[in-house]
């Protein structure tokens, strides 16, 4: 052999645990880790289906919606923005993205890529009023509005309240990321005229990464279905994939091979959620995430998004405070407490900690656990600095 066995695979796996307190992913549930090792089964078999039939029941819930065209892409949350813009957008048109940091940047990017004119508002760390949305749309007149929820590079928030009345006025599509604040804050995709949300798998509804929830509202099937050209990408196309989820009245056709074991787990994700309730697990996240603004206040961090109201609370930003080193914290917290946390991304590299509380690790002791780490950390950098 040219190529000879490595020696590495002959060592068994060993793989540590680690506490992750970061922007995700989090650490699912024993639950949710026990569904992984079911037996694989066939991806157009009829328990497959059953369990693909659970999981846009669930979706449906968690995102309040009863759109038909439910269902989860075998991919990263990522493939929610490919999606999105895939299938509802063709060369030419005009696509306005909020950007309030790294997120809104790389959904301006995608939107390019897939030929369109784009036209970005930009507040990086802060949420937009509704007069700026209004405004935008009416001089733009963009055929999809593109917002992220939650800006886990910069922490924000943004209100959607209201948001779905003035594109519906302007027969504008309005998409929503909600990959990190799905569960932590109210949604409402239905209530609200959302058209198409996708949300990651791996923050606060608990189950690993790989595996994106996503719908589309009938208008956006509509746009889908009467489309000049074919949609770019095979993988997303929602007409084919689809049809393998039995979302339309046809009989179910192979797209792709779905990870069953990955259906699996968002199954018990989803199916969690439902037994715990979206409300109680939106009070929970409130409660937690002002213990940890309360601590951080005690450590005498400064949040870098000021107004409280415009905090995601599972993701939160601290400033980095003077003579401080970001990665030297990150590193020794990981060294020596095994937790992950995070320190800035695109916009906020350099500048902030990023703290996550999600799904599993929504608890008081979690919340304490981290703070402590913190605590240490910073007394121990700043020390190693004289
Ligand atoms: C992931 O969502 C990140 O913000 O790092």
Redesign the pocket.
């Known amino acids: 052999m040219e190529v000879p066995p490595p020696e590495e695979l002959k060592q068994p796996l060993v793989v540590p645990y680690k506490l992750l307190m970061?922007?995700?992913p989090s650490n699912p549930p024993p639950r949710v880790m026990n569904a992984l090792t079911h037996p694989i089964l066939g991806h157009m078999h009829e328990e497959m289906f059953q369990i693909m039939d659970d999981i846009k029941k669930g979706i449906q819930y968690v995102f309040q919606t009863k759109s038909k065209l439910t269902l989860a892409l075998s991919a990263s949350g990522h493939s929610g923005m490919e999606a999105i813009f895939s299938n509802l957008i063709e060369p030419g048109d005009r696509v306005l993205v909020l950007v309030n940091g790294?997120w809104g940047q790389r959904a301006s990017d995608i939107a390019k890529r897939h030929g369109a004119q784009v036209k970005t508002l930009v507040q990086i760390g802060d949420t937009f009023s509704i007069i700026t949305i209004d405004n935008a749309i009416q001089t733009f007149r963009p055929k999809l509005l593109f917002i992220i929820h939650g800006e886990?590079?910069t922490g924000v928030c943004q209100p959607l309240e209201g948001i779905g009345e003035i594109t519906k006025r302007y027969n504008c599509l309005l998409a929503v990321d909600t990959?990190?604040s799905l569960a932590a804050v109210p949604f409402k995709m239905d209530a609200w005229k959302i058209d198409v949300a996708y949300t990651?798998s791996q923050k606060m509804l608990q189950a690993p990464a790989g595996i994106t929830p996503i719908a589309f509202s009938d208008r956006a099937q509509h746009v889908i279905f009467t489309r000049k050209s074919e949609v770019p990408v095979y993988y997303v196309d929602m007409k084919i994939l689809g049809r393998q989820w039995g979302c339309f009245d046809s009989s179910r056709t192979y797209h792709h091979t779905t990870c069953s074991s990955l259906l699996y787990a968002l199954r018990e994700a989803l199916a969690l959620a439902v037994e715990e309730g979206l409300e109680n697990r939106i009070e929970k996240q409130k409660f937690c995430a002002q213990k940890l603004y309360e601590g951080l206040q005690n450590l005498g961090f400064e949040f870098y998004v000021e107004e409280e109201y415009k905090r995601l609370p599972s993701v939160t930003t601290v400033k980095v405070p003077q003579g401080i080193n970001s990665n030297e914290v990150v590193a020794y917290v990981m060294k020596k407490f095994h937790i992950d946390i995070?320190g800035g991304?695109g916009p906020t590299a350099g500048k902030v900690f990023?703290i996550g509380i999600m799904g599993y690790n929504t608890t008081p002791e979690k919340v304490a656990i981290v703070l402590e780490a913190l605590k240490d950390a910073l007394h121990n950098c700043r020390k190693s600095k004289f």
């Open positions: 970061g922007p995700g790294y886990t590079s990959v990190a990651g995070q991304l990023r």
